[in-house]
């Protein structure tokens, strides 16, 4: 298993620099496999939509065809998938930050109650408190 860091992840989706853009392809697509996956860890995942959302002005919609296309890839595996699933349905249905969410899931997943936040659109997420 490779992983793949998030500067090739946006180039193989966003192809804008000819060069990085195919090298990232051919990379991804020659050593990525069934057999053996490329693998993406949260941070990655959290700093690509970040890149693609600030960086491209790729809208909520795109973002979740992207993501739902790595989780439904057989040569890419993502880090905690499930959680990341159940993220990206926050993300899309609650109008929380794809990060906000998928922090809150985790910490929740690893025994939390809730996270603290000051952040006012996350706390609106169940997975988070707003500290007073």
Known sequence: MIGLDTNVLVRYVVADDPGQSQR???FIESRCT?????FVDRVALCEMVWVLT????YE????VR????????????LEDHQSV???LHAFERDA??????LIGLVNRERGCDATATFDRRAARFDAFI???
């Open 85 to 87: 699933r159940q993220a």
């Open 54 to 57: 600030r960086g491209y002005g």
């Open 34 to 38: 069934k057999d053996d996956p490329g």
């Open 96 to 101: 929380v930050g794809f990060a906000d969410a």
């Open 66 to 77: 992207v993501v739902e296309a790595l989780l439904a890839s057989t040569d890419i595996v």
């Open 24 to 26: 990232a392809a051919r």
């Open 60 to 63: 909520r919609d795109d973002i």
């Open 130 to 132: 707003a500290v007073p």
